[in-house]
């Protein structure tokens, strides 16, 4: 993620800030990448903080994409939904480097669905996924302790909101995708026939997870075609978020050129050697304090085969015909 500044004094914003150090009140331009002191308050401004400028209709183009919120005076749920969309924004925000979402991008938004376990009576079972545009994100694990729970049930060496909005928007960048000219036989000869029978699939996977295999990047991009995209997809966006993070920081290494702009990057054998580089020094880092790596996964060549597939399809999603 850049780096972003008022522009009355200068002082470095951080993403989600609503207002500076010096007093003046902060507002993101979407459109344009940059923070603003003025512009028309977004309607979860006040409630959940995000600062977005609003647009038609009231809401920010964040916000406006989710089609239903849990009701928010039960329990934690307005602290549940704030987290959450502050992940999806900065995963949007992310994605519009390669000109997902933005103006100049013709093709159809997703509509999410924002629930939550906690609706005042009984516990609801909610699953995650993707359907026909529709992304169900539950916002209850926007509580890092249910989330670290989760984590461990399942075996997961991540598990995060930004992990989670990659992951379901990676199954909606395959239905954009999907018509584009010799998308689908080229999916299918690096990923996989995708029109295996899901829930099948997904049965056996439950039934007798997988175990870790140097063709995949996590166990369960093992369960199907579609999945292995979608884990495939949410590692590459991680990888380059990251590694754009390290250098907008100013930060410089032996490896990493001056100047670098991993979301300008075209050659994906080099983004990832850079982003390898950058993640093995973080990862010394936190082993000296004692805390997880940054990035457990080894990158094989099957795996980066399958990013660099997905790397190009995602920077040239414009420029393909359907």
């Known amino acids: 993620m850049q780096r972003f500044a008022c522009p009355t004094c200068g002082r470095r914003a951080y993403f989600h800030n609503l207002t500076c150090a010096c007093g003046h009140a902060l507002y993101f331009d979407a459109a344009r990448m940059v923070m603003r002191n003025e512009g028309a308050d977004c309607g979860n401004r006040a409630p959940i903080g995000c600062n977005w400028i609003g647009e038609a209709g009231g809401l920010c183009r964040s916000c406006a994409m989710s089609r239903v919120v849990p009701v928010l005076n039960v329990g ?3 602290q549940l939904l704030g987290r959450a969309e502050r992940a999806k ?18 093709g159809p938004r997703p509509r999410f669905l924002m ?11 909610i699953t995650m ?13 926007a509580d890092a302790l249910i989330r670290l729970q989760r984590r461990q049930e399942l075996g997961e060496q991540y598990r995060s909101m930004v992990g989670h909005f990659r992951h379901e928007l990676a ?6 995708l999907a018509p584009k000219a010799g998308f689908l036989a080229a999916f299918r000869d690096c990923f996989g026939d995708e029109r295996a029978d899901y829930s099948a699939a997904l049965q056996r996977y ?10 995949f990047i996590t166990p369960y991009a093992r369960s199907h075609p579609h999945e292995d995209w979608a884990e495939t997809v949410a590692h590459l966006l991680h990888l380059v978020d990251f590694t754009d993070s390290f250098v907008s920081t100013g930060l410089t290494m032996p490896g990493v050129p001056t100047g670098f702009a991993p979301y300008a990057e075209t050659d994906t054998d080099r983004l990832l050697d850079i982003a390898t580089r950058v993640a093995i020094a973080i990862n010394d880092i936190n082993r000296a304090l004692d805390n997880e790596d940054l990035y457990p996964f080894v990158l094989t060549p099957p795996i980066r085969r399958k990013i660099g597939f997905a790397h190009g399809w995602m920077t040239a999603h414009l420029s393909q015909r359907a």
């Open 115 to 125: 629930l939550s376990e906690e609706t005042g009576g009984r516990a609801e079972q």
């Open 171 to 176: 199954h909606f960048f395959f239905d954009r």
């Open 89 to 106: 924004r900065w995963v949007l925000t992310n994605i519009a480097n390669w000109h997902w979402f933005s103006d100049d991008d013709p």
């Open 206 to 215: 439950y039934q007798s997870p997988p175990v870790s295999s140097h063709d």
């Open 76 to 78: 934690n749920n307005i």
């Open 129 to 141: 996924g993707h359907l026909a545009g529709e992304i169900t994100i539950n916002v209850t694990e």
